[in-house]
Protein backbone atom coordinates (compact mmCIF):
# COMPACT_ATOMS: atom_id res chain seq x y z
CA UNK A 1 0.00 0.00 0.00
CA UNK A 2 0.95 3.66 -0.98
CA UNK A 3 -0.06 6.83 1.16
CA UNK A 4 0.23 10.08 0.07
CA UNK A 5 -0.56 13.47 2.61
CA UNK A 6 -0.71 16.58 0.94
CA UNK A 7 -0.30 19.77 3.46
CA UNK A 8 1.12 23.03 2.99
CA UNK A 9 -2.74 24.63 0.73
CA UNK A 10 -4.57 27.79 2.33
CA UNK A 11 -5.56 31.36 1.46
CA UNK A 12 -3.02 33.46 -0.29
CA UNK A 13 -3.11 36.87 -1.78
CA UNK A 14 -2.63 37.09 -5.45
CA UNK A 15 1.28 37.45 -6.43
CA UNK A 16 2.13 35.36 -3.04
CA UNK A 17 4.00 32.44 -2.46
CA UNK A 18 3.31 28.52 -1.04
CA UNK A 19 4.92 25.42 -0.66
CA UNK A 20 3.37 22.07 -0.98
CA UNK A 21 4.24 18.98 0.84
CA UNK A 22 3.95 15.55 -0.17
CA UNK A 23 4.81 12.68 2.43
CA UNK A 24 4.77 9.58 0.50
CA UNK A 25 4.58 6.31 2.49
CA UNK A 26 4.05 2.51 2.33
CA UNK A 27 5.34 0.18 -0.09
CA UNK A 28 7.68 2.89 -2.49
CA UNK A 29 11.08 3.82 -3.17
CA UNK A 30 13.13 6.84 -4.47
CA UNK A 31 12.48 5.71 -7.77
CA UNK A 32 9.08 5.95 -8.16
CA UNK A 33 7.97 9.45 -10.56
CA UNK A 34 5.58 11.69 -8.64
CA UNK A 35 3.93 14.78 -8.94
CA UNK A 36 1.71 17.13 -8.74
CA UNK A 37 -1.73 17.76 -10.19
CA UNK A 38 -4.94 20.39 -9.80
CA UNK A 39 -8.36 20.21 -10.19
CA UNK A 40 -10.23 23.98 -10.03
CA UNK A 41 -14.32 23.87 -9.11
CA UNK A 42 -16.21 22.90 -12.99
CA UNK A 43 -12.93 21.27 -14.42
CA UNK A 44 -11.15 18.67 -15.13
CA UNK A 45 -7.96 17.60 -12.89
CA UNK A 46 -5.11 18.87 -14.61
CA UNK A 47 -0.86 18.28 -14.93
CA UNK A 48 0.72 21.02 -12.98
CA UNK A 49 4.45 19.43 -12.57
CA UNK A 50 5.79 16.05 -12.37
CA UNK A 51 9.34 14.64 -11.39
CA UNK A 52 11.26 11.72 -11.92
CA UNK A 53 13.64 9.63 -9.84
CA UNK A 54 16.37 11.11 -11.48
CA UNK A 55 15.14 14.52 -10.73
CA UNK A 56 14.33 15.41 -14.33
CA UNK A 57 11.30 17.52 -13.93
CA UNK A 58 8.08 18.69 -16.26
CA UNK A 59 5.59 21.66 -16.13
CA UNK A 60 2.61 22.73 -17.38
CA UNK A 61 2.99 26.10 -19.50
CA UNK A 62 0.66 27.80 -16.75
CA UNK A 63 3.75 26.57 -14.47
CA UNK A 64 6.55 27.30 -16.24
CA UNK A 65 8.69 29.93 -14.53
CA UNK A 66 6.53 30.36 -11.29
CA UNK A 67 6.31 26.93 -9.94
CA UNK A 68 9.51 24.55 -9.13
CA UNK A 69 9.10 20.66 -8.14
CA UNK A 70 11.90 19.12 -5.68
CA UNK A 71 12.10 15.58 -3.59
CA UNK A 72 13.83 14.72 -1.01
CA UNK A 73 14.15 11.17 -1.65
CA UNK A 74 15.58 10.22 1.40
CA UNK A 75 12.33 11.74 3.25
CA UNK A 76 10.11 10.17 0.47
CA UNK A 77 9.08 13.79 0.16
CA UNK A 78 7.86 15.74 -2.82
CA UNK A 79 7.94 19.92 -2.91
CA UNK A 80 5.79 22.50 -5.02
CA UNK A 81 6.75 25.76 -4.36
CA UNK A 82 4.76 28.24 -6.04
CA UNK A 83 5.30 31.60 -6.57
CA UNK A 84 3.25 35.05 -7.98
CA UNK A 85 0.19 32.99 -7.65
CA UNK A 86 -2.59 33.86 -9.24
CA UNK A 87 -6.34 33.90 -9.14
CA UNK A 88 -6.75 31.21 -11.57
CA UNK A 89 -4.32 28.87 -9.67
CA UNK A 90 -6.89 28.75 -7.03
CA UNK A 91 -7.74 24.59 -6.99
CA UNK A 92 -7.52 21.30 -4.70
CA UNK A 93 -3.67 20.28 -5.57
CA UNK A 94 -3.13 16.88 -5.64
CA UNK A 95 -0.28 14.99 -5.02
CA UNK A 96 0.47 11.51 -6.82
CA UNK A 97 2.95 8.60 -7.47
CA UNK A 98 3.24 5.77 -10.02
CA UNK A 99 4.54 2.55 -8.81
CA UNK A 100 4.19 -0.39 -11.08
CA UNK A 101 2.08 0.84 -13.38
CA UNK A 102 -0.68 2.21 -10.69
CA UNK A 103 -0.92 5.87 -9.70
CA UNK A 104 -2.03 6.15 -6.21
CA UNK A 105 -3.36 9.95 -5.24
CA UNK A 106 -3.12 11.60 -2.15
CA UNK A 107 -6.42 13.70 -1.08
CA UNK A 108 -5.07 16.91 -1.67
CA UNK A 109 -4.80 20.12 -0.17
CA UNK A 110 -6.78 23.29 -1.07
CA UNK A 111 -5.15 26.74 -2.42
CA UNK A 112 -6.92 29.76 -2.68
CA UNK A 113 -5.90 32.52 -4.41
CA UNK A 114 -7.32 35.98 -3.95
CA UNK A 115 -7.08 38.69 -5.84
Known amino acids: QVQLVESGGGLVQAGGSLRLTCAAS????????MGWYRQAPGKQRELVAR???????AYADSAKGRFTISRDSAKNTVYLQMNSLKPEDTAVYYC?????????WGKGTLVTVSS
Open 51 to 57: ITSGSTT
Open 26 to 33: GSISSINP
Open 96 to 104: NLLRLGITY
